[in-house]
């Protein structure tokens, strides 16, 4: 090598510029050079009762040059249950191992993309699954305790080892400690439970569609989301050793775990919200809101708790279903989420921090901004039902209403069904429909329904759900891609090897046109109306008064369109039935929905007086809609 050979290498080696502070970290390391290696890490538990604390498998991927250079490096972790049993990513990827048992495929592009930057990739096996010590406990101490060790390990705080059951020691001499948790789903709900303990080095998360309160996961105000519980989740990922070993600790899932609805303990523990003061690092959040596997409450009350306390935060908010950015928005996603990275664990001055702090999908691949969500001017409505001239045909708007509306229970019709009958007179609902909107209204935020109703049995359950009705084509998010399609193609994303390949199959928006859009959506047992944590049996004929919280969302009605509430019972798709199904009569003089329009009242009254020159939005906010025609209140193309 020649002299002036040397000095190129050494610049373009060189992870900060000898001219002035770097704006982006650049591929110059070989990944497919780079140190691969396995470490076990003592989380200082014993779950699975063996006598020995549990050891947590860590599977690392870290530039070699770096490493002899004796240059410390940040470390982005995706800690997970998911790397044997069941895969990450659209194409179901497992980690997969060399004669020596160290990491061959690492799934997903983070390791492809970033350790070619300068950073280690880190991908750990949760307690319980892979290769892994210990029980897996659904979200609980010891799932949160897997990543949290590896972090304090990674600091210099927790005990490593080079093997699993041997005494040799591995220590983390090659990192600066600073670590960003990335992950979608169960990843993302550990990043969330990790960050709320307050960990030093933990400088960023990154969760996607993932949970905040397990309970909310599982139940929403007692009435069941889903017809399995802790125990049947944990039995989906466990490793064959944890399977033989943990079955005190399942049978503590299905205990902790009513199906009642119950709040217990259990539940109190693997509550991350009540933490959000401990949490210092940032927070770039995504969520499809239209996800209902993880339904969006749990982002909601996350958001607001993380800005009470004064995080730094960003958000992407899709029409996606369960559906990672990067299948639904490829590009921008691993753009925004290098510059994201740079800035908080390497401390690049790229000015992603200046950005507007939330991405909203507003149509298929149309994007606007907010320069904070929710917007400014965003203010809680009081909306009232009324009755029409059709028995379960009602009006919804401002003033106070009276008398009375019935439906009956039907466990056979879903949301979807209850807004194709919005404008019949059908047993098994009680609809509420403002005049056609004469402006733009948008809603942004969480929303509540009170609901004063007599049930004709001892048990019930409520569904409310907000709906957009008018023509539209949004994504297919009850298609099984849940609004996207998987194509053939390929794109790459960092360097490959040949057991690693970075480059996966292109996607697209999958479409539909619809009649009417439900884009909110809450459910309770009327159980429930006294406590959030316990329910009890009803007395027929007596009125009961309870507050549905409606799931967080971020949608605009456009002119020409109505807004409608809809109150009903057990929804088919979502709810387990009931064993009885009930007739309910709805009070409306004590019914409401509150919610978060931009602008406030004055917004939703400007929309439905039918005034002509009430369609002019112009100056709210300086911002645009997707088509550039007109001006929507807190956002910008």
């Known amino acids: 090598m020649t002299a002036a050979t040397a000095v190129l290498m050494a610049v373009f080696l060189a992870p ?52 002899q250079q004796g240059r410390k490096v940040p470390v982005i972790m995706d800690a997970s249950p998911y790397y044997s049993c069941c ?11 060399d004669a020596n048992g160290n990491v061959v495929q690492m799934p997903l592009f983070y390791d492809n993309y970033f350790v070619p930057r300068g950073y280690a990739f880190v991908g750990v096996d949760l307690a319980g699954t892979n290769r892994s010590d210990g029980c897996v406990d659904v979200g609980g101490r010891s799932d949160i305790q897997s990543a949290k060790s590896v972090i304090d390990w990674l600091n210099g705080r927790a005990k490593g080892y080079t093997t699993r059951t041997g005494a040799d020691r591995a220590k983390a001499t090659w990192t600066n400690g600073s670590t960003g948790m990335i992950g979608k789903s169960w990843d993302g709900t550990i990043a969330n439970g990790v960050a709320a303990t307050g960990v ?41 050793e944890a399977t033989a070993k943990c079955a005190a600790v399942q049978q503590k ?28 690092a940032s927070v770039f959040l995504v969520h499809g809101m239209q996800d209902l596997n993880v339904r969006t409450k749990n982002f909601g009350q996350w958001w607001s708790a993380l800005a009470k306390n004064g995080v730094e935060r960003k958000i ?3 029409q996606t279903g369960h559906v990672d950015p990067f299948d639904f928005r490829r590009t921008a996603w691993v753009d925004t989420l290098h510059r994201w990275f740079d800035h908080e664990l390497l401390g690049y001055d790229n000015g992603i921090d200046d950005e507007p702090m939330a991405d909203i999908e507003r149509h298929p691949d149309q994007w606007v901004t907010s320069s904070v969500w929710p917007p400014r001017g965003t203010r809680t409505t009081t909306l009232r039902p009324g009755t029409g001239t059709q028995a379960g045909v009602g009006t919804l708007g401002l003033r106070t209403g009276s008398g009375t509306e019935t439906f009956t229970d039907d466990p056979r019709l879903s949301e979807t069904d209850w807004a194709a009958d919005i404008d019949r007179s059908t047993p098994g609902k009680a609809g509420f429909v403002t005049k056609a909107l004469t402006r733009d209204v948008r809603l942004s935020g969480s929303s509540k ?21 008018g023509p539209d084509t949004i994504r297919d998010y009850a298609d099984g891609g849940e609004g996207i399609t998987t194509l053939t193609d390929r794109t790459c994303w960092g360097a490959s090897t040949t057991g690693d390949s970075s480059c996966y199959k292109v996607t697209q928006a999958k479409k539909t046109d619809v009649g009417a ?65 009930p007739t309910l009569t709805l009070d409306l003089s004590r019914t409401s929905a509150r919610v978060p329009f931009v ?19 112009a100056g709210r906010d300086g911002v645009r809609d997707p088509s550039g025609a007109r001006r929507v209140p807190g956002e910008t193309r």
């Open 599 to 617: 602008g406030g009242a004055e917004a939703f009254a400007r929309a439905t007086a039918g005034s002509a020159a009430a369609a002019s939005t």
């Open 253 to 280: 899932l299905v205990d902790g775990a009513p199906r009642t609805g119950d709040w217990t303990k259990f539940w109190t523990e693997r509550d991350y919200v009540k933490d959000a003061s401990k949490v210092k």
């Open 449 to 469: 329904v009170t609901v004063t109703a007599t049930p004709t049995t001892s048990t019930a359950h409520l569904s409310a759900v907000l709906v957009d009705l």
């Open 316 to 318: 992407w908010l899709s």
């Open 16 to 67: 900060v510029a000898a001219h002035g502070a770097p704006r982006e970290s650049t591929p110059v390391y070989s990944y497919e050079n780079a140190i691969r290696e396995s470490v076990w890490v003592d989380t200082g538990l014993d779950g699975d009762g063996d006598g020995k604390t549990d050891r947590v498998a860590v599977d690392i991927v870290r530039p070699r040059e770096l490493a």
């Open 517 to 581: 859009t439900v884009f909110s959506r809450g459910w309770a047992d009327l159980g429930n109306y006294a406590s959030d944590l316990k329910g009890v049996p009803l007395s027929p004929g007596k009125a009961y008064t309870i507050t549905l919280d409606l799931a967080a969302t971020d949608h605009v009605v456009p002119a020409g369109h109505r807004l409608a509430l809809i109150v009903a019972g057990t929804d088919k798709d979502l709810i387990d039935p009931p064993s009885t199904t």
């Open 87 to 97: 895969g990450r990513g659209n194409e179901s990827q497992l980690k997969t191992y």
């Open 200 to 240: 030093k080095g933990l400088k960023t998360i990154v969760p996607i569609s993932a949970i905040s309160s397990w309970y909310d996961y599982y139940f929403a105000k007692g009435a069941p989301l889903y017809d399995s519980g802790p125990d049947w989740l944990s039995g989906y990922v466990d490793s064959p």
